[in-house]
């Protein structure tokens, strides 16, 4: 038997666990994932620590001769075949050198009629004056998409706040506007609308249905946690205002029509998988995903590290309730729960991830160019406007170099190629800059990754895959 004894085993590139009945390993570079046995992880744990030769050795006493012997042989074997501890390999990999824009976000009004705690966006006015787009702005956003997507066919914009219904005429048309110059100048332009749902009419409704425009709906969970988080300007609770609105549309959407109800957690419900399951079992909602708040440290409601083991037991729970209810066929989709086991992203987006600053932009409602939504109103990263264009590209150079391969704490961390280096914005604010992470969403992150591993693994067991 051939081994590895002349050269040390990178355990950087491999990850390995066990999460109730399965033992998973994840080849980090190639992306291959493999089942395994107890046995065999610790076996991993033993080369890990001793070197294989030693580890081997120790393998033995352990399980015995035969079996040690079994398990190196299967791990050899991956390796030979390229599917475990394979190197990096980046040669393919072509960064961009300017910006080409395929996304905006569209500031449609910096204004809101909920006053959400944990907003980022200082209650929807980013800490300016409250005020709505126009439609001449949004036209000239329009114009500018459509000229700086270049050579891109597909091109989105997303109809965002504050509450965009509170500028819903300017909204319809700025739609007519862009599907007929995307038409033109022969590209498909894809429209999404972010809301929370109260000004959700049967008008609404109608337009998103008849326009094909894909929605964001913000809800927290159950009804104490919601009302409690995103209470209106008076204080008065919002669960049951948006709650019929959505439902009212889901009853007249067609079944292709794609949403997601997207919710945030907090340190005051840290047991947030039970919002999951209220919106998936009591509400029927079956697109659903909820994030973890980002904010100072001295909010109320910011995560703490003591949150962790319960934030990790919610995803835990909320990993079983997900499987037990695709195998009653009951299923629904988390966002965070999916993966790809068949190749997944390309190279340049498992390194770069989130395109902001360079393919995805946001507009305020004066017109001005930002990284993405969570930089409006910050002047420090003001990129132009859309009449004149970019005029800091300095800035896009700045995010465009922001890739995992530019970032020492990601390149030692197995999960670097599922998130990517992580939010551009938080690792800004809460991280160590631009290419240093927030560590506390890594660790979240990791969690998430472990829990649609084990998912994917059992639905392809489930099908008779190998």
Same mark, same amino acid.
């Given at each position: 038997?051939?081994?590895?004894?002349?050269?040390?085993?990178?355990?950087?590139?491999?990850?390995?666990?066990?999460?109730?009945?399965?033992?998973?390993? /994840?080849?980090?570079?190639?992306?291959?994932?493999? /089942?395994?046995?107890?046995?065999?992880?610790?076996?991993?744990? @033993?080369?890990?620590?001793?070197?294989?030769?030693?580890?081997?050795?120790?393998?033995?006493? %352990?399980?015995?001769?035969? &079996?040690? #012997?079994?398990?190196?042989?299967?791990?050899?074997?991956?390796?030979?075949?390229?599917?475990?501890?394979?190197?990096?390999?980046?040669?393919?990999?072509?960064?961009?050198?300017?910006?080409?824009?395929?996304?905006?976000?569209?500031?449609?009004?910096?204004?809101?009629?909920?006053?959400?705690?944990?907003?980022?966006?200082?209650?929807?006015?980013?800490?300016?004056? =409250?005020?709505?787009?126009?439609? $001449?702005?949004?036209?000239?956003?329009?114009?500018?998409?459509?000229?700086?997507?270049?050579?891109?066919?597909?091109?989105?914009?997303?109809?965002?706040?504050?509450?965009? @219904?509170?500028?819903?005429?300017?909204?319809?048309?700025?739609?007519?506007?862009?599907?007929?110059?995307?038409?033109? #100048?022969?590209?498909?332009?894809?429209?999404? +609308?972010?809301?929370?749902?109260?000004?959700?009419?049967?008008?609404?409704?109608?337009?998103?249905?008849?326009?094909?425009?894909? @929605?964001? /709906?913000?809800? &927290?969970? #159950?009804?104490?946690?919601?009302?409690?988080?995103?209470?209106?300007?008076?204080?008065?609770?919002?669960?049951? =205002?948006?709650?019929?609105?959505?439902?009212?549309?889901?009853?007249?959407?067609?079944?292709?029509?794609?949403?997601?109800?997207?919710?945030?957690?907090?340190?005051?419900?840290?047991?947030?998988?039970?919002?999951?399951?209220?919106?998936?079992?009591?509400?029927?909602?079956? =697109?659903?995903?909820? %994030?973890?708040?980002?904010?100072?440290?001295?909010?109320?409601?910011?995560?703490? %590290?003591?949150?962790?083991?319960?934030?990790?037991?919610?995803y835990d729970k909320l990993t079983r309730h997900y499987l037990?209810?695709?195998?009653?066929?009951?299923?629904? &989709?988390?966002?965070?729960?999916?993966?790809?086991?068949?190749?997944?992203?390309?190279?340049?987006?498992? @390194?770069?991830?989130?395109?902001?600053?360079? &393919?995805? +932009?946001?507009?305020?409602?004066?017109?001005?160019?930002?990284?993405?939504?969570?930089?409006?109103?910050?002047?420090?990263?003001?990129?132009?406007?859309?009449?004149?264009?970019?005029?800091?590209?300095?800035?896009?150079?700045?995010?465009?170099?922001?890739?995992?391969?530019?970032?020492?704490?990601?390149?030692?961390?197995?999960?670097?190629?599922?998130?990517?280096?992580?939010?551009?914005?938080?690792?800004?604010?809460?991280?160590?800059? /631009?290419?240093?992470?927030?560590?506390?969403?890594?660790?979240?992150? =990791?969690?998430?990754?472990?829990?649609?591993?084990?998912? %994917?693994?059992?639905? +392809?067991?489930?099908?008779?895959? $190998?």
């Amino acid at each position: 038997m051939t081994t590895k004894s002349e050269k040390a085993l990178d355990f950087n590139t491999v990850h390995y666990f066990t999460f109730d009945d399965l033992s998973i390993i /994840l080849d980090v570079n190639s992306g291959s994932v493999h /089942l395994a046995d107890e046995d065999t992880l610790a076996f991993l744990d @033993l080369v890990k620590a001793h070197g294989w030769d030693e580890g081997l050795a120790l393998a033995e006493k %352990e399980f015995g001769q035969a &079996d040690a #012997r079994e398990i190196a042989e299967g791990i050899q074997d991956l390796i030979d075949e390229g599917l475990l501890f394979t190197p990096a390999d980046f040669s393919d990999y072509r960064p961009h050198t300017e910006p080409i824009v395929k996304a905006m976000c569209l500031h449609m009004a910096h204004d809101c009629n909920l006053r959400c705690r944990y907003c980022f966006a200082d209650t929807g006015a980013y800490g300016g004056p =409250r005020g709505l787009m126009s439609l $001449e702005t949004a036209k000239a956003a329009m114009d500018f998409l459509m000229e700086a997507s270049g050579h891109r066919t597909h091109v989105e914009v997303d109809f965002f706040g504050g509450e965009p @219904l509170l500028n819903f005429e300017v909204c319809k048309a700025a739609a007519r506007y862009g599907r007929d110059l995307a038409k033109k #100048r022969g590209k498909v332009l894809k429209l999404t +609308l972010t809301t929370n749902g109260v000004l959700m009419t049967d008008e609404v409704i109608d337009w998103v249905k008849a326009n094909d425009i894909d @929605l964001v /709906l913000s809800l &927290d969970g #159950r009804k104490a946690v919601h009302d409690h988080m995103r209470p209106f300007v008076g204080g008065g609770p919002s669960y049951d =205002r948006v709650v019929p609105r959505y439902q009212a549309f889901i009853e007249k959407a067609s079944p292709d029509q794609w949403y997601y109800m997207r919710g945030t957690y907090t340190h005051f419900n840290t047991d947030f998988a039970d919002d999951v399951i209220h919106m998936a079992d009591d509400l029927g909602f079956d =697109r659903l995903s909820m %994030e973890p708040v980002v904010a100072p440290a001295e909010a109320p409601y910011a995560l703490r %590290e003591e949150d962790k083991p319960a934030l990790m037991a919610s995803y835990d729970k909320l990993t079983r309730h997900y499987l037990k209810a695709r195998e009653a066929g009951k299923g629904y &989709d988390f966002y965070h729960f999916n993966v790809d086991f068949d190749g997944g992203p390309c190279l340049p987006k498992r @390194l770069v991830g989130c395109g902001s600053g360079h &393919d995805y +932009l946001a507009v305020s409602p004066e017109g001005d160019l930002y990284p993405c939504h969570q930089f409006v109103g910050d002047e420090s990263y003001k990129m132009g406007t859309v009449r004149e264009g970019i005029t800091h590209p300095e800035i896009a150079a700045d995010f465009q170099s922001a890739t995992v391969l530019t970032k020492p704490i990601c390149m030692a961390c197995w999960a670097r190629f599922n998130c990517s280096g992580g939010c551009h914005a938080n690792n800004i604010r809460y991280g160590g800059g /631009l290419h240093d992470p927030y560590s506390f969403g890594c660790d979240l992150q =990791r969690k998430r990754i472990e829990s649609a591993l084990y998912l %994917e693994a059992k639905r +392809l067991l489930a099908e008779g895959a $190998e």
